[in-house]
């Protein structure tokens, strides 16, 4: 089985990163591929880095649906970007990393915090767990005001940071479980879990696991009407980057 | 891998049937044991009907967990009756099928119908659609008017019936993907399929694939507060029927 | 007029209190029995405890329906544990005190708080506060992390512990009325109300008063559908248990 | 106990109908006084007769609380106008049909629909059942196209309508309790009950029952903070009208 | 164009005030009429309030609309008093400064948070806020314990007030634009936006710039069923406070 | 003033038919300025449409705040493509036509219907209508399973499909007002006005009159948080298309 795993932003470091948490995880028979598109920002904290980030996951299904014969498509940022057009051009499984965190949880705890980057994005945050039909579990998404570039410049002081306001959402919001609300906070599980007590999820690992899990079962994305493939229309200025 | 598949009625064709589907979808590497409770009703259709099925679900959990060395467990009915208190007896992942069968639909449709047996279950199925925070992904609940029984004494007469359901929901309701609303319907998925023309899901495969990935990711029921084991208290009539 | 009273735990002190209550409250013409059920926890605190309390609520039911000639029934415990089955097995009018309590302060404050045991149980609160279609109206779930019996070991600490969370509701979350969130308060009632100067309600008191009202308006549970009788069929386990 | 009953329209032929419905199901000990204020309008219907009715039943609140000795109010139009004013002016119990219709309902069913009046009333009751947090509870609000004073005019072709409407609430949208949706409809409600099969509920019976009871628990409005007794301020243009 | 500016109570000092505002913002075309009623309350903080301050309200609407001519009428008033009732009298366009408020603030900011005045006008807000489907706009609603006319009477304490409680809103509760409750709050608006450094607004700009916007698109008030004229009947005592 | 109307597909005759409807309504000192971006779709029905219409949508927004001197943008598709990320990189107004149309039919109407397009936009109008918490304003969402081209290509039929969906939405649905799914339908606003008999909103028109009151208001973007300027960072392939 060949999954496809697309970090929505160019920072090769985090791609890696991601790349790393995906294989340690997958079924020895799945081929982990993880990418950046060749466009986009090289971090996500706003709509408008979402916005741009976009294309290039389009391309990446494309290419992969198309020409690479994968499986299934993971998208490894937490606002879930492109996710419902992505399932409009292929049929292949497309995972988003919030949802199948979410869903994780959901299984595991009666209610979750979301520790996350800067406050800008807690939006986005919302608007996802909205969109999953998750609030009445979510019980609050917290922020530490670091960007995910400064994650990367120092590891230790994001930690702690994550560590305060998970203990925060624990002992005042009621949280029995955490989930890292950045794909770049891969690194930092284990080190949590330890520090929490409680579990503690990333959305890398179950966005692999359940996309395994959907292709062995088979299972495709409905074409019945809004996920449709495109109707054929004409495209400005998108040569080069997206190719419908 | 160990999981434990618990059909909560005592109708052993049914356990059978469940545990045909588990085990094809099943990893190379998971044992399954499918198991009908002691205790309990020939089939789950109305409130009294759940409560006198969970000791018994609680009951085989406990064993799974005690003595059997199990893994994951599956509740499969779909009104996943006693699922919060199998979670407190056990910290390894328990899934009901109708949780994972709308965990499963999320992922691959925005909207779902489920097709279902006596009118008068359409509450129950009501109550866990909401409790998942799925309302508004649930576009309609169709009954077919016939019993879990009925279906097992005519199975055409109920494929039949299932069809007609489905195919309203999908025309009149805006349904994308059908889930059907009750674990003796697993004979019936690949048949409707074929009918419907859109995915279809029954629990039982969704449950175990993503019980599989959840016992890889190493995930645990969170025992922070809700779902710790129960205080030790004295229990009076449930000497061999419930053990804990 | 009959009216009969399950405390769905086996504590039988807790059943003296809460039959004083309700015999204090009840119209001259009422005849209030309070029973435990022979089966069952000796007190209800997590999810477990509630399955197991139900077999016993059912059989209580049952009996009170067909052979002791009962007008209504009470399920004395904040979780209305197994209420919806009890409503299939008679046409009598079922009530909860947790229904009961809410109905009531909705018509004499315009929001409540529920003060209440251990941390563990307030998700259980929180579920039937929502089943009643009542978050909006309820301004926090406060809990003393005392459990049920702790209360009746030291009931002077329980009513202080009682009355600082009843306080802060009142003072930070903005309640107007507390209602009392286990069977086993009833005994605080009339000093919490001094302390707090605002409404205090147990459940059992308005059961009582509703349950007449219901009976003497003549009101049957609606038999149209989902609370209709249970159909016949085989039970395993349950002998001397529950008589279906 | 004194109870009085405030039919918020001035056609005394209505007030007397509620008078008999609520003399017919009081306690022995309870005195009914039913009256229509001095102002307001012949019948109620839109949001300009619900407004112009208000200032009459908050001086029959005030007479009542002042000068009557009355222990509780009831206000007996299905929009429950002026409710939360009327419990500004007194400390007594003050009770709205249409939310003690709804909390009655709740008690035996588990879902309702409403029939009701003229189609553009359909919002006022929207409104009600939206404030009292039933919206998952209603299943319809069905109107007959007839005026409140039609119905006065021709009670037979009112309750042929009224049939039909029920009828097609409990074949079509599942209703399992109908509610009559207009005070002038107290006189239907036996014939309505046989006609439909499923308990038939109007507001005055459970309201007089649910006063009686909230009387006898000695609850009183909370006096807390929103419906504390209205700041003293001068009032221009309503002396005669109401008497703060 | 025509405006009529209606302070539902009868402070004629709160009336200029609103006036200057509105005339500061209206366009040079916009001939704004602003005018207490005759009868009502001198300040609205609860509910009795609101219910004396409608039929006034529903006058100068009926005057505004049959004798002078005005194309677009504003109730002035935090509540929105009777806003529905004053669109049945009229097909001109009818605001409320709340409702003006909130799409306004929509438009500019992700959340917005409320300042107001007496803790128990809080519900009135949070009754208009769900009205209008803007929950979860609405980040809080914070008090300054100060009534309508102790603002008048002491503005340097009742400015310092809202600042504080402004500031709290940003800083603690998320908002990013500042609402001011209360009609009589127009004066503190330059003041408070330079404070707090983010939108400040009140609701009587926004209600005449919206209100021109719609007479200038030709938008009427659906006549089609809720707010039509309502139907000829009597009304006793409102000769010459309402004129129907 | 200067307003720039962005139409978020590249259709020339589309932008045309949209800058008519502007000018026809704008304020005699307003200055219309209608473009479509240089890359994009030749029209919107789909995700992928969205996403690839937005990066054009931002660059007309920043050209406008920081070349042309706009004083408010608007963004001319009825799924308001790209509205949050253009509310970052201005501090002027922007507005969508959707979420202005709404605003401008909660004020005139108690509900409304949209008539759209094809099928598979719905969820497309279902998404923003939940976004801007007007759910239970909207009765129905009805498409005529016409592309927007089709509309192009034969207007009559196109008129002919939405005049029978807005007949149904008001005899079926309850809808008091129509709102017109789809940019390029303005030029049907007339014809179905005098058809339907009930108010008909398109958005441009609400939106250019609700943008001419935001920039008379003094109203910018709020800058606290979510809405922020994005922080400066790298983006790769994105030259030529979007200059941030």
Chains 1, 2, 3, 4, 5, 6 share one sequence.
Do not use: H
């Not at 294309?55 to 940022?77: H, N, S, T, Y």
Request: hydrophobic share 45%; proline share 5%.
């Amino acid at each position: 089985m060949k999954i496809k795993l697309i970090n929505p932003n160019t920072t090769q470091s985090m791609t890696d990163s991601i790349c790393r948490m995906a294989v340690r995880y997958a079924d020895p028979g799945t081929d982990i591929t993880a990418v950046s598109p060749k466009t986009g920002p090289d971090s996500i904290e706003c709509y408008v880095d979402e916005y741009l980030a976009v294309p290039g996951v389009i391309q990446e299904v494309i290419k992969g649906d198309r020409l690479e014969d994968m499986d299934a498509f993971i998208i490894a940022c937490f606002g879930d970007p492109g996710l419902s057009a992505a399932r409009e051009v292929t049929d292949k499984p497309v995972l988003g990393i919030c949802e199948a965190a979410i869903a994780a949880a959901k299984f595991i705890a009666p209610y979750f915090s979301v520790v996350s980057v800067l406050d800008r994005s807690r939006k986005v945050t919302e608007d996802v767990v909205k969109a999953y039909g998750a609030e009445s579990f979510c019980r609050s998404i917290r922020t530490t005001g670091l960007s995910v570039l400064d994650f990367g410049r120092d590891p230790e002081k994001g930690l702690a940071a994550l560590a305060q306001e998970g203990r925060k959402a624990v002992a005042e919001d009621g949280a029995e479980c955490i989930l890292l609300g950045c794909a770049g906070f891969v690194d930092f599980v284990d080190a949590l879990k330890q520090e929490l007590g409680v579990p503690v999820l990333d959305g890398v690992m179950p966005a692999v696991k359940f996309a395994e899990a959907l292709v062995k079962m088979g299972a495709k994305t409905s074409k019945a009407n809004t996920w449709k493939v495109p109707e054929p229309k004409a495209f400005k200025g998108f040569d080069g980057i997206v190719d419908l």
